[in-house]
């Protein structure tokens, strides 16, 4: 069944429940970015929001597009249904009542059925807001934070865990260089080539992917701190985020201290 047909047969399934004001599309097809391999996010307006009696609905909905094989109902969040149906459908609804609506924006979202037209009412997605300096200071400092853990890895002999590390460093790598191109629509983990620059994807490229000994673990944390930390910086005074200097400082006594590493002047 092709996604279009899904998203008729969800739509005419709903319609005419009473309980339910309005649907949309959002994710990847709310702003108009879907792909072949996208999957189908939904936000429901329900009067009473994430109910038991809207499950019900919903997976019954669900159903008829395909053989339900995984049904999440509200435990990751507590206003969210994942489902994925034998032909690997990916079906996500987020359930919100019409005053939790109210406080949205109109951004990222297209109609399904909007019975009060409540899509109307909404304020217009905000522009050009750049990155949020709170987040940013969090990220830099986390950096900062796992690199100093390499002492104890190390110290430990866990190896193992210094590779879990290193992808935390990675992780928080590409989330700077999305920041660096100020990417709208960013949909979900796994969109990254159309977020990021061909030389920010070579950074990647080059960076290593260790193997469980001393000798790997410590050159790959050099590795990321040295992608990492200057464009950081720049990224910092561009939007006028302090850099946290003093922990930096300690940082690197500490690996100095425990493991003999230096700061390098490149």
């Known amino acids: 069944m092709d996604k279009a047909t899904v998203i008729n047969d969800i739509a005419a ?3 005419n429940e009473p309980a339910i004001t309005a649907l949309f599309l959002s994710g990847s097809y709310g702003a108009g970015i879907e792909d072949a391999y996208s999957d189908i996010d939904f936000l429901a307006v329900s009067r009473d929001g994430p109910t038991d009696e809207f499950a019900a609905l919903w997976r019954e909905a669900v159903g008829k597009t395909g ?3 995984l049904w999440r109902d509200r435990q990751v969040k507590s206003t969210l249904i994942n489902a994925i149906t034998a032909d690997w459908l990916r079906i996500d609804v987020d359930i919100i009542n019409p ?17 009060g037209r409540i899509l109307e009412t909404l304020q217009p997605p905000p522009s050009g807001t750049g990155p949020n300096p709170a987040r940013m200071k ?9 690199f100093g853990l390499l002492p104890l890895a190390i110290g430990r002999g ?25 990417a709208p629509n ?15 994807k070579q950074v990647l490229a080059r960076l290593p992917l260790p193997s469980p000994t001393k000798e790997a673990i410590i050159s790959a944390n050099l590795a ?36 003999g590493i230096e700061l390098s002047d490149t």
């Open 13 to 15: 399934a709903l319609r």
């Open 67 to 69: 053989e339900i094989v």
């Open 224 to 259: 990321y701190a040295d992608a990492y930390l200057p464009r950081a910086r720049r990224v910092a005074t561009k939007i006028g985020v302090e850099w946290p200097e003093r922990f930096e400082a300690a940082t690197w006594a500490h690996l100095k201290h425990t493991l």
């Open 186 to 200: 960013r949909g979900g983990a796994l969109h990254l080539n159309r977020l990021i620059t061909e030389e920010q």
């Open 158 to 182: 866990e190896y193992l865990n210094g590779i879990t590390g290193i992808f935390h460093l990675r992780n928080l790598l590409i989330e700077l260089l999305i920041e660096e191109t100020a």
């Open 99 to 115: 005053d939790q609506m109210a406080r949205r924006n109109a951004g990222g979202l297209k109609v399904v059925f909007d019975h």
């Open 138 to 146: 969090w990220q830099f400092e986390e950096f900062i934070r796992i």
